[in-house]
């Protein structure tokens, strides 16, 4: 039965959910993690699929019908397709899918496709070898691009989107080279700005290329025209003339879309967060695992949503980086 829907303080209904599986990665990517890695949460820390499926059920009744699945890497946790497979057989879970580095894409693939996925995100900085290795500190591009190569086989799995974070003097030469992709395959190429949400607190706003910058190079070559942006998107989309695929910037740092964001964020240790920068987190593992009924658990919800920050404040005086890194938050 659905339920009122999830609506913060300043008006916006809530539509959309980032539901991160694992904290875990087989990756270290620099603008991320550190090269050591970080400590992982202890298995017994992380939600069951059965409790996932619960908190995600129960958000869709009070209308956030897409639902992403991230991490860490969520194909590092086993069987996923399973948890796909829960989630799909829900009638008020409209749009499911995945972001990923790719790696074990290929592989898990088939299952992921016969148990409901519906849209696909490859995180992918580089198409050179030597430079994906740099930036990730894993020899794998070969095993991304065979995983991309593959899901084109499933046209339900449209539009693929590929995401390479901004980087700057990194993906200034990267620019050309995942325009003249998009052109010749069917997907979405994103550049997104990179945000301060790394373990090593190395981010800086001069390590930021802005999206304008990119845009600018790409359309000296192969001229671009605008598509707009989706409501409640986070892309601005532009298309060639002469081109299979399209260029979507996501600039958060340059051009901040707080205002129409319908956004919340679920951790794999059971926390709500209401925006990617937030310093405070709701927990609901602790209340699922007493016995909490569903009108509880809605009512956590609803009090956190309440109060979802009316926008983050990167470029302000005195902003504060949230303590967890992305990879622990969840894309």
Request: with cysteine.
């Amino acid at each position: 039965m659905a339920l009122e829907p999830l609506i913060d303080g300043h008006g916006r209904a809530i539509g959309d959910v980032r539901v991160s599986v694992t904290d875990r990665c087989n990756f270290r990517c620099q603008y991320c993690m550190p090269a050591e890695g970080l400590p992982w949460l202890q298995r017994e820390a992380v939600l069951t699929y059965e409790e996932l499926a619960r908190i995600v059920g129960l958000l869709a009744r009070m209308g956030v019908h897409d639902v992403r699945l991230t991490g860490g890497e969520p194909l590092a946790r086993r069987d996923l397709h399973h948890l796909v497979a829960m989630l799909d057989a829900d009638p008020e879970v409209h749009d499911l899918s995945l972001t990923t580095n790719g790696y074990l894409l290929r592989r898990q693939l088939p299952d992921l496709v016969a148990a409901g996925l519906k849209r696909l995100n490859v995180s992918l900085d580089s198409l050179v070898r030597d430079r994906f290795f740099e930036l990730t500190r894993r020899d794998a591009l070969d095993e991304v691009l065979a995983g991309l190569e593959a899901a084109e086989a499933y046209e339900q799995l449209r539009p693929i989107k590929v995401n390479a974070v901004a980087l700057r003097d990194f993906t200034e030469d990267e620019a050309l080279r995942f325009a003249d992709l998009a052109r010749r395959k069917p997907y979405e190429v994103r550049f997104i700005e990179w945000m301060p949400l790394d373990a090593d607190r190395a981010w800086g706003p001069e390590r930021v290329l802005p999206n304008d910058e990119l845009r600018a190079i790409i359309h000296a070559t192969h001229p671009l025209e605008p598509m707009g942006r989706l409501r409640s998107g986070t892309s601005s989309r532009w298309r060639f003339s002469d081109g299979l695929g399209t260029i979507g910037f996501i600039s958060p740092v340059s051009h901040p879309f707080c205002s129409d964001c319908n956004r919340i964020r679920l951790t794999a240790d059971g926390r709500l967060r209401t925006c990617l920068f937030s310093l405070n987190e709701t927990d609901l593992r602790a209340p699922l695992r007493e016995g909490a009924a569903d009108e509880e658990l809605a009512a956590i919800v609803r009090e956190a949503v309440w109060q979802k920050e009316l926008k983050h404040h990167i470029n302000e005086p005195g902003f504060v980086q949230p303590a967890r890194s992305m990879s622990q938050i969840g894309g």
